[in-house]
Every structure is written in C-alpha cells, then in structure tokens.
C-alpha cells in the first residue's frame, strides 16, 4: 500500500539518537551510529520523531509500505521490556551499577596533561597555533570519566577537544573540517564510548577527514562503560 511514511536522510544524521528515543513505536534504531528505520510496519506516520532531529534529516515520504501494524510493535516492545532495554530505545543510556576497583591507600599526584583551552569543539577556534603539528584527540565527554588512566594514555602529548553530539545537539563535521582543512595536523585519535549516540562523533570526524583534503591519520579507540579499551 502507498502511505505516508518517514524517510532519515544518512548524511545529515549526526548519530545523536534522539528521534530513537522519541519514537514510542521502536521503529528506530541506532545502526553503525545512524538513525535506522527498523520495520515500515512499526512507523505509524505522526512523525513524533520529525521535532527531535537536530539536523532535519527526518522527513515524510509518500511511498509504497506495509501497514502499520499495532500488535507487533506491542510485542517488540515488550521483548525489549524482558532484555530490560529502555523504553525510549536508547541502549546507551540504560542506568547499571559498576563495581570499581579499590583505590590504593598510597596516594600519588598525577598532575594534569592537558596542554590547551578551551576544550570544547563548539568554542575552539577553528584555527590556531597549537593545532600545528599536533597530534588531536578528539574526545567523547565520558570516556575521560570512564577511563581511569586518560590523561596519561590520550590526553598526554595531544591537542585535546571535547564533545557529546546527543548533549550539544549540533553537527560537528563542518568545524572539523574547517579545523583540519586550516591547521597542520599531523594524526587524529578519537575516544567514543561503546554505545551508538557515541558513533556521531566517530561519524562527524571520519566526513570532516573526507571533506578536508587530506590525508589524515586516524585512529578510533572505543571504551566500554566498564573503563576497558575494546578491541575491534
């Protein structure tokens, strides 16, 4: 049958998550860190998810779908509700407990390795001395919080930003590579965590290194929420 149904345009999702979180229906998923329409039949057409996308990558479309379908969206969200999967869709933002090691008696100062400023991508500016020759990490918000030895293993030697697509709700890409495409930057090492709203940062700095020029040398490094580094 013809109806009405959304369309998620790949290139302008930032990977955010949030109409994922918006659409009641689960009919959209995080898929290698971009919104995904899962099932046509789960899509009801209102469009809940339209408002969220900081992007405007979601529109209506007019094509040929297969009915909405009430029951199975009710059972696909309560088999979600069973694997204790939360309802607005969004895995990585699921509350668990995690159970640190002990912090050893003896206390030793490590300094701080932080070596620029400001830190945030939307205040840094696009072109200064000390991205010259530098080595950039460029950093999701959690991982120098989840990784207990961060400043020595990534920040250490490097240019440091920072950011969270899900939290800024903005498309970092066109300032990276106005960043990269200004500056000499001799290697990029992104930090994500393991869960998607992260891949919009992976996916804004792999286009900024495309649409800047260059070769550049990037590396992406995952952390799980449990502080391990995860090997691909």
């Not at 469009?47 to 979601?58: E, F, Y």
């Not at 903005?170 to 709203?197: G, H, Q, W």
Request: charged letters at 20%.
């Amino acid at each position: 049958m013809i109806r009405r149904i959304i369309h998620i345009d790949e290139k302008k999702c930032n990977g955010c998550g949030a109409c994922a979180a918006a659409c009641h229906e689960g009919a959209i998923g995080m898929v290698n860190g971009k919104a995904t329409l899962l099932r046509d039949d789960y899509c009801d057409g209102l469009g809940d998810c339209l408002p969220t996308c900081p992007t405007d990558a979601i529109t209506f479309v007019e094509r040929e779908a297969a009915a909405y379908d009430e029951a199975a969206v009710k059972a696909n969200m309560a088999a979600k509700a069973l694997t204790q999967e939360l309802p607005c869709g969004c895995p990585g933002s699921a509350a668990k407990a995690l159970h640190p090691q002990a912090v050893s008696e003896s206390k030793q100062e490590m300094p701080s390795q932080l070596g620029n400023w400001p830190v945030q991508i939307k205040l840094a500016p696009p072109k200064a001395g000390y991205f010259d020759g530098a080595d950039l990490l460029i950093a999701a918000d959690c991982t120098a919080y989840a990784y207990a030895a961060f400043h020595q293993d990534f920040i250490a030697g490097r240019v440091t930003l920072i950011g969270c697509p899900k939290l800024d709700s903005v498309d970092y890409a066109d300032k990276l590579t106005e960043l990269f495409r200004e500056n000499d930057i001799c290697s990029v090492t992104v930090t994500r965590m393991e869960v998607p709203c992260c891949g919009g940062l992976e996916m804004a700095v792999k286009r900024a290194a495309e649409a800047c020029g260059k070769n550049l040398d990037l590396r992406v490094v995952t952390i799980s929420t449990d502080g391990g580094i995860m090997i691909p």
